[in-house]
């Protein structure tokens, strides 16, 4: 992989979009929001929010929701061929399923500086290991995707009940919503004195994490990820002793 520009970047951008799209679904649906898109051939084959909450299922992330309406549709070989567009990196169990699934490359919006698997963390898309290794870039719409996470931690907790969350996204597409479990999670307590904050440190370019089994160079405890163009930036990460 050379570092640089990203090539049709309009055309990355187009289905990150997407990506935000269902983010603001999710964040509409009381859900942390994170939303993605998998595009294959220039078509979405598989949309996903998070759904958590409604599920009270911890690994409904919003890439497995997408892969189980992929799998419903397709043989899991197709996903060689895929590309996944996040508004956030990938925790450490998507970035290793992803990597189980051969996708082919990952586009995301911010850094998940807890849990990520593609370089904010960990680099699980391309430690040494049985799987081949897939690209991993980032910073496409990245202050849209901080505000989203940002709107969600601040707002009160809403009252009753929550909107119904999707998971046939062809029906949602159609503007129609379906509750996919009947169930609303209970409330936890309301969050107090917080403030949303607007400012965001910028980043002259996108950044590029470790693509192709390259490894992110460390130093004093913090991986440092190369980025597009040449430059660089530091992202805090927990390291094994």
Same mark, same amino acid.
């Given at each position: 992989?050379?570092?640089?520009? &990203?090539?049709?970047?309009?055309?990355?951008?187009?289905?990150?979009?997407?990506?935000?799209?269902?983010?603001?679904?999710?964040?509409?649906?009381?859900?942390?929001?994170?939303?993605?898109?998998?595009?294959?051939?220039?078509?979405?084959?598989?949309?996903? &929010?998070?759904? $958590?909450?409604?599920?009270?299922?911890?690994?409904?992330?919003?890439?497995?929701?997408? @892969?189980?309406?992929?799998?419903?549709?397709?043989?899991?070989?197709?996903? #060689?061929?895929?590309?996944?567009?996040?508004?956030?990196?990938?925790?450490?169990?998507? #970035?290793?399923?992803?990597?189980?699934?051969?996708?082919?490359?990952?586009?995301?919006?911010?850094?998940?500086?807890?849990?990520?698997?593609?370089?904010?963390?960990?680099?699980?898309?391309?430690?040494?290991?049985?799987? #081949?290794?897939?690209?991993? =870039?980032?910073?496409?719409?990245?202050?849209?995707?901080?505000?989203?996470?940002?709107?969600? =931690?601040?707002?009160?907790?809403?009252?009753?009940?929550?909107?119904?969350?999707?998971?046939?996204?062809?029906?949602?597409?159609?503007?129609? @919503?379906?509750?996919?479990?009947?169930?609303?999670?209970?409330?936890?307590?309301?969050?107090?004195?917080?403030?949303?904050?607007?400012?965001?440190?910028?980043?002259? $370019?996108?950044?590029?994490?470790?693509?192709?089994?390259?490894?992110?160079?460390?130093?004093?405890?913090?991986?440092?990820?190369?980025? @597009?163009?040449?430059?660089?930036?530091?992202?805090? #990460?927990?390291?094994?002793?």
């Amino acid at each position: 992989m050379v570092f640089g520009p &990203i090539p049709d970047r309009e055309y990355h951008e187009g289905f990150m979009r997407k990506a935000i799209e269902m983010a603001e679904l999710a964040l509409s649906s009381d859900e942390t929001p994170v939303g993605c898109v998998f595009v294959h051939d220039g078509e979405v084959i598989g949309r996903g &929010i998070n759904g $958590t909450n409604a599920s009270l299922n911890g690994t409904r992330h919003a890439e497995f929701v997408a @892969l189980a309406e992929i799998m419903a549709k397709h043989p899991s070989s197709i996903l #060689a061929q895929t590309d996944l567009y996040v508004t956030v990196e990938p925790c450490i169990m998507c #970035a290793s399923a992803l990597r189980q699934y051969a996708i082919r490359a990952v586009y995301f919006g911010c850094l998940n500086d807890r849990f990520g698997g593609c370089g904010g963390v960990m680099t699980v898309h391309s430690d040494p290991a049985v799987d #081949a290794a897939y690209p991993v =870039y980032g910073g496409l719409f990245r202050e849209e995707a901080i505000m989203l996470l940002r709107k969600f =931690y601040v707002q009160e907790n809403a009252k009753g009940e929550r909107l119904p969350l999707v998971f046939v996204w062809d029906w949602w597409e159609e503007g129609l @919503l379906i509750d996919a479990f009947g169930i609303v999670a209970p409330d936890p307590k309301p969050k107090k004195n917080r403030e949303l904050k607007t400012e965001i440190l910028p980043i002259s $370019t996108p950044y590029v994490a470790t693509p192709g089994g390259s490894t992110p160079t460390v130093e004093k405890g913090r991986i440092v990820v190369p980025i @597009l163009e040449k430059v660089e930036v530091v992202a805090k #990460a927990q390291l094994n002793s």
